[in-house]
C-alpha cells in the first residue's frame, strides 16, 4: 500500500511526529511524508502517532492506495529542500 | 481528475497561496488541499501559483489520481479544524 500522510499538531509535539514519521515513510515537504508501508505497519504507526497526539488538537490525515502507480506526484518550483532547512 | 495539494511557500507568500488554492480546492489541512479539478483548471492553478511563488525558495507538490475512489482517506485524531484557527 502506499500512503501519503500529513500532521497537524501543536508545536510541542511537532519534533516527535516527525521522527516517528520518517521512520516509516519518506519525509516530502514541511510535515508531508509519502511511501510503501503494509498493513501491520500503518497499524503500528497510527498506534504510535496516537500516543503522541492530543486527540482534542491535532490530527493526522492519511491518503490510501493500493497501488503508487495510480498516484502520479508532480512538483512545481523547488523540487526538495533538506530536511535540515526547517527544522 | 482528484488532487491533493501542498505548499510550502515563504511566509510573506502564504496568504496569497491559501487564497489561491481555495478559489479551486478544498483546504484540509495547514497547506493542504483536495479536490476534484479539470486538467484546464489545474493548469491555470499552476500558472497562477508559479506567479506567487518564489522559484528558488518555494514549492508545491500535486499528487493526482485519475479516479477518487482509488484514494482512501483517513483521519487520525481531529476532524476538522475551522481555517480561521491558524489563519
Redesign the interface.
Same mark, same amino acid.
Given at each position: 500500500m502506499y500512503i +501519503?500522510a500529513?500532521y497537524?499538531v501543536g508545536e510541542k509535539r511537532v519534533g516527535k511526529m516527525l521522527k516517528l514519521l520518517r521512520r516509516y515513510l519518506n519525509w516530502?515537504?514541511?510535515?508531508?511524508f509519502e511511501g510503501e508501508i503494509s498493513e501491520v505497519k500503518l497499524l503500528e504507526l497510527?498506534h504510535k502517532?496516537?500516543l503522541i497526539?492530543?486527540?482534542?488538537?491535532?490530527?493526522?490525515?492519511?491518503?490510501?492506495? $493500493?497501488q503508487e502507480k495510480? !498516484?502520479?506526484?508532480? +512538483?512545481?518550483? !523547488?523540487? $526538495?529542500?533538506e530536511l535540515d532547512t526547517f527544522l
Open positions: +501519503i500529513m497537524d516530502i515537504q514541511n510535515s508531508v497510527k502517532a496516537m497526539m492530543d486527540e482534542k488538537a491535532d490530527s493526522l490525515i492519511i491518503f490510501k492506495t $493500493r495510480w !498516484l502520479d506526484k508532480e +512538483i512545481v518550483g !523547488l523540487e $526538495r529542500q
